[in-house]
């Protein structure tokens, strides 16, 4: 069974260290962002987690960003 998360603000702070605990205990993980250069950075300086880091734009203050982030994980 995969596990996998979705984390809000992923990018940076809190989110992106989240992100990287969870990666490194096996997780797949989706972090969800507004800032596009932030996300572009994320997935650079965890390359070696390859495809078990997957990054989209989103804003959880708008429901048809939430929209489009959730049809493109799912």
């Known amino acids: 069974m995969s596990r996998i998360c979705a984390i809000t603000g992923g990018a940076s702070g809190i989110g992106r ?10 997780w797949t993980v989706v972090a969800l962002d507004v800032a596009e250069k932030n996300l572009a950075a994320l997935k650079k300086d965890f390359a ?12 959880v203050k708008s429901e048809a960003s939430i929209k489009v982030a959730m049809a493109a994980i799912g």
């Open 17 to 26: 260290g989240t992100a990287k605990r969870l990666l490194d205990d096996g």
């Open 48 to 59: 070696s987690y390859g495809a078990r880091l997957e990054t989209e734009i989103c804003d």
